[in-house]
């Protein structure tokens, strides 16, 4: 079983002819509500990958049916507690595809401890807890995850370097893109690979990934797919990899399996409600 301290947003997309500019007003061209937050979106992989999922998280009395979103993909929701109104994200898409985006973190910064505790104490050293920066208690959780004897992992997205110093020594795994693994190269002032943390895995988006333990570094390449929308492709990656490596699967097959997964999921457009089942992903690659 994995234990996911993540956040779960209600996605409010917005389609415009341009990203409105400072005092200006525009009509949207489409709206649609949706499941969204990191964490929630790694929770789908996670489940749709075939391991079990166990969220831990916030939502406020407007957020049932997120829960309910949740719960149809499979995910354990007996611990997703009640608190402030639910985060959300109001996002703007534009003819060019181009977006911007404000979140409103919500519940998910009052993750309460107890709600943490009581689902770890379901927990057997065979699992693997993992967390993202989109929620409280990060560090806490983690620690205690890994005094449990969890395998813990960290998706340090959004990227802050504090919050992955803090989880730092309790971390097994640790899963950045690109941007995130120079923004931290640069705050350490170490390279990636000297980090003390076993494994970790840097995405390249469509140039696939790199897997450094013990001081070597190996590449994987991604598979050739035409992007349709890129938004969801880390989340996904991010939950078959720790989905399988739950499972038992060695690194190198864990990896194989998560680039499939974020290959397929780059053809289509959407978010939570379209990450891919693993069937759909064995049948298209
Ligand atoms: P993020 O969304 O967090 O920035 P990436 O863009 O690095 O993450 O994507 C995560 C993974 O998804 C990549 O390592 C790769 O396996 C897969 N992926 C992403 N974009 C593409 C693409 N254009 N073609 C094929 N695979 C992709």
Redesign the pocket.
């Known amino acids: 079983t994995i234990f996911n301290l993540g956040s779960i947003n209600v996605d409010l997309v917005y389609r415009v002819p341009h990203l409105p500019g400072p005092g200006e007003t525009i009509a949207s061209t489409s709206f649609k509500k949706g499941l969204g937050g990191k964490g929630a979106n790694m929770s789908v992989a996670i489940a749709r990958a075939g391991s079990r999922c166990t969220h831990i998280g916030s939502v406020g009395d407007d957020g049932q049916w997120t829960v309910d979103t949740l719960a149809s993909a499979g995910v354990d929701t007996r611990h997703i507690h009640r608190s402030l109104p639910t985060g959300h994200a109001v996002i703007y898409v534009d003819d060019a595809g181009e977006n911007s985006i404000v979140l409103n973190a919500g519940a998910n910064s009052c993750v309460s401890s107890d709600v943490v505790a009581a689902a770890l104490a379901e927990a057997k050293d065979t699992d693997t807890f993992i967390c993202q920066n989109e929620t409280n208690l990060q560090a806490e959780a983690a620690q205690m995850a890994h005094a449990k004897g969890l395998s813990v992992a960290y998706a340090a997205?959004p990227f802050s370097a504090e919050a992955v110093k803090a989880v730092l020594p309790y971390l097994g795994l640790l899963v950045l893109?690109?941007v995130e693994a120079e923004q931290l190269q640069t705050e350490t002032g170490h390279p990636i690979s000297e980090l003390p943390v076993r494994d970790i895995v840097v995405?390249?988006?469509?140039a696939?990934?790199r897997w450094y333990r013990g001081g070597q570094r190996r590449d994987f390449a991604?598979?050739?797919?035409t992007?349709v929308d890129?938004t969801g492709?880390?989340d996904?990656?991010t939950g078959y990899l720790i989905a399988a490596l739950d499972q038992g699967k060695p690194m190198e097959a864990a990896i194989a399996l998560?680039?499939k997964a974020?290959?397929l999921?780059?053809t289509r457009l959407g978010t939570a409600e379209v990450i891919p089942t693993l069937q759909e992903v064995t049948e298209a690659f």
């Open positions: 997205a893109n690109e995405t390249l988006g469509a696939g990934c991604a598979i050739p797919v992007p890129t492709a880390g996904t990656f998560a680039g974020g290959a999921m780059v």
